[in-house]
């Protein structure tokens, strides 16, 4: 079950649309695929997605699904890992998202992302040569 904010910006990013983004916003090529797929598994390439309460009661945001009990805060005021509201990790414009998702990468890898960890690592990554 994903939950979503109906008053929140939502954007489905098509595959090559993600790409280009995830280009955009300076993710590495050589890391593009992985990226990709944790996108794919964690948010189904969409921006406004909340996810359900996870054992703590804490929740998972946006395209990447970022934490809000360790990276945003969930309150108007920007706090926690990432200096960022949660809602920041939920619009259609994801360079704060990008830049909170590149964060937890340098801290933990690819393992702090479950869908990555469960559908992306040692198995078929995207095929996005076409992009």
């Not at 994903?2 to 916003?25: I, N």
């Not at 969930?74 to 509201?85: A, E, L, Q, W």
């Not at 949660?86 to 690819?110: L, N, P, V």
């Amino acid at each position: 079950m994903v939950l979503v904010c109906a008053q929140c910006e939502a954007k489905t990013f098509s595959l090559c649309g993600l790409v280009r983004e995830l280009r955009k916003q300076n993710f590495p090529e050589h890391e593009m695929r992985d990226w990709v797929c944790l996108v794919e598994k964690e948010s189904s390439r969409r921006t406004h997605v909340i996810g359900p309460p996870n054992d703590d009661g804490s929740r998972d945001h946006g395209l990447f699904q970022i934490n809000d009990h360790y990276w945003c805060n969930d309150s108007n005021v920007p706090g926690k890992g990432c200096h960022v509201t949660c809602q920041q990790m939920r619009t259609d414009d994801i360079t704060a998202a990008s830049t909170c998702a590149k964060k937890i990468y340098r801290r933990h890898g690819f393992n702090a992302w479950y869908g990555w960890v469960n559908h992306c690592r040692g198995k078929a990554l995207p095929d996005i040569s076409h992009c």
